[in-house]
């Protein structure tokens, strides 16, 4: 089914030229500006990877990492080597994002929307530690991106490329892979029996080549089950039942990022109607649902859905009537992000709002990251509010989540 929107074959050469030296300069300066603010080792489980790496076990708890970890070491030196990894990933992934927009959307909405994805505040993050969140900024739009080609041009390259991208991206952050594993079999349903066959193989061995040594390690040196790691993980979970605090703090870890990252474009959320909608939503759905009806950790989380999210409202400013207001939108979203990555300073816990910011939000800023800030432990009692930072050592506190962060 042919898109809506112009393809690559339906563009001027001085468009494609435009959209190259565009993209070059969205990957150079992403990967730049991601250098300019990193910093050392600190956030979640970034040390555990570390230590996995240096004793050449490369599996922490479940899923485990076995390929990001393996990947990491190497590099003669690890903790460099996984930030200048998540450098490139947040800069590829940048650039695959633009890859999807024009295909979807015409300038300068393409451009402006691939500006956006560059700032959001927690993908800015997810580029400056030493975590496997930054994969899904490059792998979920890259994947969606190849299937885009692949409609346009059914080619085997472009189908071998889509079943690679989705088995490394899986490999990378194996939760995300299954969220997104959805979407490939939508893909798959549209496709001519023979191409069913040969991506079902190809994704099948390609991901068999990191799960076989991941579950072999974590077997060895892991033994607890991704069972017992989720029930510690599950206690607001609304399909077990479990409606309490822990709920209401699940929900607030989804949509106050979320919120914060697509600002006033998340007006043209449900707006869009194109031959791509259906993909995109699937894209989206599966991972959101999980967060919100099970378990959430920490904003980086929604790396893997946050290009659908922001797709879809592109999608619906191109179909808005006024193309003004799209522009304005997506440049206060743009604005909204730097000003809080860059500007974001610590609030007294004057209360339980004051608290839900720092930890939610603040957590994911470029003050975090150059000051260790990881405030880890929230409870919530009343009107007071008692917080605990990793960085200051105060004593545990009983938590809103019993345990945070991970990959």
Same mark, same amino acid.
């Given at each position: 089914?042919?898109?809506?929107?112009?393809?690559?074959?339906?563009?001027?050469?001085? +468009?494609?030229?435009?959209?190259?030296?565009?993209?070059?300069?969205?990957?150079?300066?992403v990967f730049v500006l991601r250098a300019q603010t990193s910093g050392p080792a600190y956030f979640a489980d970034a040390k555990r990877h570390l230590a996995a790496i240096a004793n050449h076990t490369y599996i922490i708890q479940p899923p485990g990492y076995w390929l990001f970890n393996r990947i990491g070491g190497l590099f003669p030196n690890p903790e460099h080597g996984l930030l200048a990894m998540n450098w490139c990933l947040s800069a590829l992934g940048c650039v695959a994002f633009y890859g999807c927009a024009r295909r979807l959307v015409r300038a300068p909405i393409a451009e402006l929307g691939a500006l956006l994805y560059a700032t959001v505040f927690f993908a800015w993050f997810s580029g400056n530690i030493h975590s496997t969140y930054a994969s899904q900024l490059l792998f979920a739009p890259l994947t969606f991106y190849l299937m885009l080609r692949y409609r346009e041009n059914p080619r085997l390259a472009w189908l071998f490329a889509v079943s690679a991208s989705f088995s490394l991206g899986a490999g990378l952050r194996p939760s995300d892979g299954a969220f997104l594993a959805p979407l490939l079999l939508l893909f798959a349903l549209r496709l001519p029996r023979r191409h069913?066959?040969?991506?079902?193989?190809?994704?099948?061995?390609?991901?068999?080549?990191?799960?076989?040594?991941?579950?072999?390690?974590?077997?060895?040196y892991h033994p607890k089950s991704a069972g017992e790691q989720f029930a510690e993980v599950a206690q607001g979970a609304v399909v077990l039942g479990r409606v309490n605090l822990y709920t209401v703090s699940n929900a607030l870890r989804f949509f106050l990022p979320l919120g914060l990252a697509l600002g006033p474009s998340s007006f043209f959320l449900f707006r869009g109607r194109s031959a791509a909608t259906p993909l995109l939503w699937t894209w989206v759905v599966p991972g959101s649902a999980?967060?919100?009806?099970?378990?959430? +950790?920490?904003?980086?989380?929604?790396?893997?859905?946050?290009?659908?999210?922001?797709?879809?409202?592109? /999608?619906?400013?191109?179909? #808005?009537?006024?193309?003004?207001?799209?522009?304005?939108?997506?440049?206060?979203?743009?604005?909204?992000?730097?000003?809080?990555?860059?500007?974001?300073?610590?609030?007294?816990?004057?209360?339980?709002?004051? #608290?839900?910011?720092?930890?939610?939000?603040?957590?994911? !800023?470029?003050?975090? /990251?150059?000051?260790?800030?990881?405030?880890?432990?929230?409870?919530?009692?009343?009107?007071?509010?008692?917080?605990? !930072?990793?960085?200051?050592? #105060?004593?545990?506190?009983? !938590?809103?989540?019993?345990?945070?962060?991970?990959?």
């Open positions: 089914m042919p898109l809506e929107t112009p393809t690559e074959g339906q563009v001027s050469r001085s +468009s494609r030229s435009f959209a190259l030296l565009f993209s070059l300069g969205l990957g150079v300066g069913q066959v040969l991506l079902g193989i190809t994704t099948t061995l390609l991901c068999l080549a990191w799960l076989v040594p991941n579950q072999l390690a974590q077997h060895h999980f967060f919100l009806l099970l378990s959430i +950790s920490d904003a980086p989380y929604l790396d893997c859905v946050l290009g659908g999210f922001l797709l879809l409202c592109m /999608v619906g400013m191109a179909t #808005a009537p006024r193309n003004r207001a799209a522009v304005a939108a997506l440049v206060g979203s743009i604005a909204l992000n730097c000003l809080f990555y860059l500007e974001f300073r610590p609030l007294p816990p004057r209360g339980n709002t004051y #608290a839900v910011v720092g930890k939610d939000l603040g957590n994911f !800023s470029l003050y975090a /990251v150059k000051h260790q800030l990881w405030i880890k432990k929230l409870q919530l009692r009343g009107t007071g509010t008692e917080m605990r !930072s990793e960085r200051t050592g #105060a004593a545990p506190l009983a !938590s809103a989540k019993p345990k945070e962060g991970g990959g």
